[in-house]
């Protein structure tokens, strides 16, 4: 190997300098490695902070169940579990259904568009009356598949998404008529499709699918705990025939204070059994450690029957636009959004459930061609950008009841309805006029004693109409 040589002067200037040329390189090498290691460090912090799990969503809908038809509402029913969900969440006070009859109602919230606009306006498939005075439209019998659903959207999101119960808003109920517009067609990764008993069902075998519904629920909260979900629960209870097993209708059959408010002891029966439900698949949401991060809604899809039970202090009942059809119960909780046992004024309809669940999920841009408007801020605790103005149309006649076709609106504290056989006959008594605010009975018709106002809610009302297309009836030619 060979020997090398260093002259004994530069091992001198070494000497000399070895400590300033020591701090030069240090210098240069810590400027070198600054923005790596805190660019090192940055990227360690990020990835060990987790990202926010979107909100989970569990929609419970009651059939036929008027908004007092809860205790927590003023009603004189049995229903603990739903009670300690409004005590724990939001209720709502002036929450309503697009429509007084089931199908409407549930395409009204699956796409958030009014039925009037879906052409989907009537129960399906409906009555026919073909010896009334007007011939209703050619209106829709299913929902279509071209339409985007709140199941299909937030399934984008990375939900998994589940129905479980009453869909009615395919062409038949049961397979396999129904299955090309079944919940598996419009979103849903997993459905259990139940419809209404037969009038001779067995009253202690689950005629209205109460416990099955609730055993799928339950399943799916096990199967898809580490995932987002959207659980659907479109209940048949109350609906009729009301029925419920023996022992917990003789539980209310002696009570005076249902008798009072002439309410069935079955429906009493259904409504605990339905609450029991509602307590069940809480409780799993809390054994599971889901409850923080999980919005609960429970709603109606439209009033209750009058004839089974009073929905008082509102006029009527199932299948009539006045208040005692469409006016229903509405409770969220949401324990990280939502303050403790509020009370909201906020106008809620049908509607507007899919843009505020989109809001809730964080996603804004994902705003379809839709008439609901989110009342994200009145959940909140914030001023609602809400407008105060609802609307309904239903151009048919609905044997159940005997409502005959008609539309109406409510814009702030006023109610106008519009008769549609004067309207078209140019007779007298084709508008009704309320004041909720003074009259939530409405029993006093204002239309005469206030033309101004009666005046401005017909032009309004005919404008909406005319904006979403909505089908007229017609005078039925001999």
Known sequence: MANF????????????????????????????????????SIFIVSSCKKEPKPPNIVFILADDMGQTQLACYGGPYETPHIDQLAK???????AYSSAAVCSPTRAALMTGKYPARLHLTDFIKGDDFPD?????????????????????????????????????????????????????????????????????????????????????????????????????????????????????????????????????PEIAAMVNHLDESVGKVLAKLDELGLSEN???????????????????????GKGWLYEGGIRVPLIVKWPQKIQVGTQSEAFVSSIDFFPTL????????????????????????????RDKTLYWHYPHYHRGSGMKPASAMRKGKYKLIEWHEPLLLNEQGAYELYDLKADPSEQENLAASKPKILEDLISDLQNWKQQVGAQMPELRTQ
């Open 5 to 40: 040589y260093i002259p004994s002067h530069y091992l001198g200037l070494w000497r000399t300098n070895r400590n300033l040329l020591l701090h030069y390189c240090l210098r240069l090498l810590r400027l070198r490695l600054m923005p790596f290691l805190l660019g090192l």
């Open 88 to 94: 724990e969440g939001m209720r709502f006070t002036n």
């Open 132 to 264: 009334s005075l007007l011939q209703q439209p050619d209106w829709q019998k299913f929902l279509p598949l071209k339409e985007t659903t709140l199941a299909e959207a937030l399934k984008q999101q990375g939900y998994k998404t589940g129905s479980f119960g009453k869909w009615h808003l395919s062409v038949e109920k049961r397979m396999p008529e129904s299955a090309p517009y079944n919940p598996d067609k419009q979103g849903f990764d997993e459905s259990f499709v139940t419809f209404k008993p037969a009038r001779d069902a067995n009253p202690e075998e689950d005629p209205h699918n109460i416990e099955a519904i609730t055993q799928k629920a339950l399943t799916f909260l096990e199967e898809h705990q580490n995932n987002p979900f959207f659980l659907y629960l479109p209940h048949n209870a109350i609906h009729d025939p009301i029925m419920a097993p023996k022992d917990r209708v003789e539980k209310y059959r002696n009570n005076d204070e249902l008798k009072s408010w002439k309410i069935r």
């Open 294 to 316: 999980t919005i609960v809604v429970f709603y109606g899809d439209n009033g209750g029957k009058h004839t089974y039970a009073e929905q008082r202090p509102y006029r009527a």
């Open 358 to 385: 989109i809001d809730a999920v964080g996603n804004t841009s994902m705003k379809s061609d839709i008439d609901g408007k989110s009342f994200y801020a009145a959940l909140l605790g914030e001023k609602s950008e």
